[in-house]
């Protein structure tokens, strides 16, 4: 029997700006069709006839470029289609400088909780070079601003190893971050993707980018300084105070189901990996049509387990073997033991009783660690 998934990720795939390192799926705002996409977004959702759902995750894209109007139709519209009568966690992604004081408001009438701010770093001339339009003190006020209106579930997002940063600018984003004095907070270091200005400025040889070794002290440092402020170092990117730990990313790495809604946006259910058409037109049409899908894969058992690994093991509280034996229907020695056996003598994983964790070392590792994962 199929069951409804508890979870929901919604897309909105515009932008005030485009970022000189991003490859999401996004489009610049201006004279895009966004009342048309919010109308669309809602009649995919309600083909889902979706039941009660535990964390909703508004992501993009900006969905904080929307104005207050289209935020509070967005908003309203999820609520008369997914029961959120026991959602645990909402969220709404926002870029700093983008958060009104009417879009406060809208934010918290409707019942949200959590809000992830994608800050990047305090520095105003990172900030320019990467594309942003916030300013530091954007960040500071936003954050003044969603306390006041009882917003204290708040996470932003660093990024680190941007080009020419030192390991001072490094030390200096993490103590203002460390000052905000909020739950959450996700570090990435910035990584390079096809067909963004900055992949194009390093095939130029125009970017200077620390380091290999620089970049893992900074990530040394980033560990150290934030377990020593009282954060939980949980997932490989993600830090928290006890008890704020992302919901709907566990969701994630759990290896659950999940909607995955809007434009370019891909979802988990009934077995089946699928995103959606990106281009806005096409989404719409394909809307229109009753299909917003473009792509779907059924996932073999040996696939669903391989991702439930290498998800699972993202997570410092790693993987049980029971929950994966009773999922699976089969002996998880059988199906990894060799493998585990090989990667807990080379000091890669930590079992302890029945769960299978990634050890400091394995952690730095990351996907090469995941990679071992991958059955033959
Ligand atoms: S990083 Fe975020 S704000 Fe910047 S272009 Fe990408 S989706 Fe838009």
Redesign the pocket.
């Known amino acids: 029997m199929n069951t409804k998934p508890r979870a929901a990720y919604v897309h909105i795939p515009f932008?005030t700006?485009?970022?000189h390192y991003?490859d999401?799926s996004?489009v610049f705002i201006k004279n895009q069709p966004v009342d048309d996409y919010l109308r669309a977004l809602l009649e995919e959702i309600r083909a889902y006839e979706p039941g009660p759902i535990d964390t909703l995750y508004i992501g993009?894209?900006?969905p904080s470029a929307l104005s207050a109007a289209q935020l509070e139709f967005l908003l309203e519209g999820l609520a008369s289609i997914f029961d959120i009568s026991q959602v645990q966690e909402w969220t709404l992604e926002a870029?700093p400088g983008d958060l009104s004081q009417d879009k406060i408001e809208v934010m918290a009438n409707a019942g949200l909780n959590r809000i992830s701010l994608?800050v990047q770093t305090f520095n105003d001339r990172e900030l320019r070079q990467i594309g942003r339009m916030h300013q530091e003190k954007d960040i500071y006020e936003n954050i003044d601003r969603l306390k006041a209106a009882g917003f204290h579930n708040i996470s932003i997002d660093l990024i680190y190893a941007l080009p020419n940063q030192t390991m001072e600018q490094v030390k200096t984003n993490v103590q203002k971050a460390l000052a905000l004095d909020i739950p959450h907070m996700s570090l990435y270091s910035l990584i390079l993707e096809n067909h963004t200005v900055f992949m194009n400025r390093m095939r130029r040889g125009q970017l200077n980018l620390p380091q290999e070794d620089l970049e893992v002290d900074m990530f040394h440092y980033i560990i150290n300084s934030l377990k020593e402020a009282g954060y939980d170092h949980y997932e490989i990117s993600n830090f928290c105070r006890p008890g704020y730990e992302s919901r709907h990313n566990l969701m994630y790495w759990d290896n659950a189901e999940y909607y995955g809604l809007g434009a370019g946006a891909s979802g988990y259910l009934n077995g089946v990996r699928y995103r959606n058409h990106g281009p806005i037109r096409h989404y719409l049409n394909a809307v229109e049509a009753g299909n917003a899908r473009v792509y779907e894969e059924k996932l073999s058992l040996k696939e669903q387990m391989e991702e439930e690994l290498f998800l699972g093991l993202r997570k410092r509280a790693g993987i049980s073997i029971q929950r994966f034996e009773q999922k699976f229907q089969r002996s998880f020695e059988e199906v990894y033991g060799a493998i585990v056996a090989q990667m807990l003598e080379e000091g890669l994983l930590i079992r302890e009783g029945d769960r299978l964790r990634t050890s400091q070392k394995g952690l730095f590792l990351g996907d090469t660690v995941a990679e071992r994962f991958i059955l033959e």
């Open positions: 932008c700006q485009i970022c991003c999401f996004k993009g894209g900006t870029n994608g």
